[in-house]
């Protein structure tokens, strides 16, 4: 095998953000750029020659392109084997499971997540380490570090494309390639954890499920464990087929984009269940009839049921969630005598809480939940978990949640996301509001909402010590009620602000007042205090979830 030294310049603006390196698509197809960002990567990771590493993606456009790219170079960097995902498909999750079942060394996941695909869509590459989670910010900080500084990258030249579409072994130059089943080791792990014989009695009883992939990779793992192996009938799975631009829907289970799955939930004779994954398969949106469960409130019911599942039957060491989640879930924890741990926003802040078993579920808002079983949120895994609970109680997923908030009090919530701002605007915008921060505290807004503390969170991680700061700007108010304002690192163009609102109801009789009206003076006093308007020019946010 010939190895080409290909002389380079850095591009700006290579540093991997919560989940990766994401681009448009246009922007990863310059010559060099995939390039330079690779072999940073390799340059990043010590006694890497000889090494196993898993590979694949969603299957979004660019994806076989860029699999091909990586495989030439990870023969010319001395790599040992590539385990990469039959047809360049892996989901997120199955990366983590592949990583910490077969002992490789690390994976290279090609996913913008639920960000859109197709030519003129997103792209991106993050890094997982050998416990199958994401590259910790000792790792993306010093793969950036070589970004700004890289000369040259190294490629197998005058060696034929690798077939990556039937599985098996073969070889490029001195490198093992071996083509897996992208499904099988996932759905054995999920066999160990799940009552498989209680669901396919659900299903055989007549239940009926709708679960929606959205033309993403989450279809053939959808495909393979309800209809397959729980026996769900033909059709329970739809959008299933993975497609380079996802159909032309925006693969984000969300109310906004999965109206689709959401009037095919609406009336008596709707299915039983409802679910949909995402992009890349890590997040999840749970549906029952006329009813839908927001992330929060779903990583709190699965965390107070959890010993009715097999794999969770001993009990949970403890539950984590990304600061600007409810506090759903704290009120479980609290009932369990086990701790819950409030960490910033990207999974890769759960992994340490996970590996020293201090953790055993965590969440995100953004649809993100997940547990001991790999090291990143998993879609498909929250379904069967919801499913499980419906086929070992009897109960609905209207009266699981509702028998939820009568034992725990209701926490409305909901995530208001203003995108596109022009990034200096933002960028101004939290600087004057941390800069309002010290006189905040007792000051009242929207009449008579009084604010108990004010900060900019900060995390210290309790297994190994690392700080973490400026994650968040909060408002913490008295009775409950609490505002967040963040930055999101998950977008392409320009900045999306996200602003949190949360307010707790004890009292019954008041959980079925709309979310929106139970929160209206908190969105009042987010304005009050932030001025989104003024900074931002726009009458509204984009998206409500």
């Known amino acids: 095998m010939k190895i080409l030294d290909i002389a380079t310049r850095p591009f700006d603006g290579q540093r991997p953000g919560t989940s990766g390196l994401r681009k448009k698509v246009g922007v990863f197809r310059q010559p060099h750029y995939l390039e330079n960002f690779v072999q940073s990567l390799f340059d990043a990771l010590p006694g890497l020659a000889g090494q196993t590493l898993v590979l694949g993606g969603d299957g979004r456009f660019h994806n076989r392109s860029a699999i091909r790219t990586i495989l030439r170079m990870a023969a010319a960097n001395g790599v040992g084997k590539v385990l990469v995902g039959r047809g360049g498909l892996l989901s997120t999750p199955a990366v983590s499971a592949v990583i910490r079942k077969r002992g490789a060394y690390g994976g290279i996941i090609l996913s913008a997540s639920h960000n859109p695909g197709g030519p003129d869509g ?27 500084e890289i000369a040259r990258y190294l490629i197998a030249g005058d060696t034929p494309e690798v077939e990556i579409d039937t599985l098996g072994p073969r070889r490029l130059g001195d490198m093992q390639v071996d083509v897996i089943d992208p499904v099988a080791d996932y759905a054995e792990l999920m066999q160990g954890l799940f009552d498989f014989g209680a669901m396919r009695a659900w299903f055989a009883a007549g239940h009926r499920m709708r679960c929606d992939a959205m033309c993403a990779v989450g279809g053939p793992y959808a495909k393979a464990i309800l209809e397959g192996m729980l026996g769900a009938p033909a059709g329970t799975v739809v959008n299933g087929e993975p497609l380079e631009d996802f159909g032309g829907h925006h693969p984000d289970p969300n109310p906004v984009h999965a109206t689709g799955l959401i009037g095919a939930m609406r009336g008596p004779g709707a299915p039983d269940f409802g679910a949909a994954s995402d992009g890349d398969a890590d997040r999840n949106m749970i549906l029952g009839r006329d009813f839908v469960v927001t992330p929060s409130d779903s990583l709190a019911v699965l965390a107070a049921n959890a010993t009715l599942v097999p794999g ?204 929106q009206d139970a929160l209206a003076a908190l969105v009042a006093a987010a304005e009050a205090v932030a001025g989104i308007r003024a900074h931002t020019g726009m009458q509204g946010p984009g998206v409500v979830t």
């Open 122 to 148: 997103d792209f991106g590459i993050k890094y997982n380490i050998g416990n199958g989670g994401p590259a910790p910010e000792k790792v993306t900080e010093a793969i950036y570090a070589r970004t700004r």
């Open 312 to 515: 969770y039957a001993t009990g949970l060491a403890g539950i984590a969630r990304s600061m600007p989640t409810s506090r759903a879930a704290d009120a479980v924890a609290g009932a369990l005598g086990i701790p819950c741990f409030e960490t910033p926003t990207g999974w890769k802040f759960f992994g340490n809480l996970l590996d020293a078993g201090r953790a055993t579920l965590c969440g995100e808002e953004s649809y993100g939940t997940g547990s001991a079983h790999v090291r990143e949120k998993d879609g498909l895994w929250a379904i069967l978990f919801w499913l499980n609970l419906q086929a070992a109680t009897g109960l609905s997923v209207e009266e699981l949640v509702r028998r939820h908030w009568t034992r725990f009090g209701r926490h409305y919530y909901s995530r208001h996301d203003w995108e596109g701002i022009p990034a200096e605007r933002a960028e101004a915008l939290m600087a004057e509001l941390r800069g309002k921060l010290p006189g905040l505290a007792g000051r009242e807004f929207a009449g008579a909402l009084r604010i108990a503390q004010a900060d900019d969170f900060a995390y210290t991680d309790p297994v190994d010590g690392s700080v973490s700061t400026g994650q968040g700007v909060r408002l913490l108010f008295e009775g409950g009620g609490r505002i967040v304002f963040r930055l999101s690192g998950t977008g392409t163009e320009g900045a999306t602000l996200r602003v949190y609102l949360e307010r707790f109801e004890p009292d019954p009789s008041r959980h079925d007042v709309p979310t």
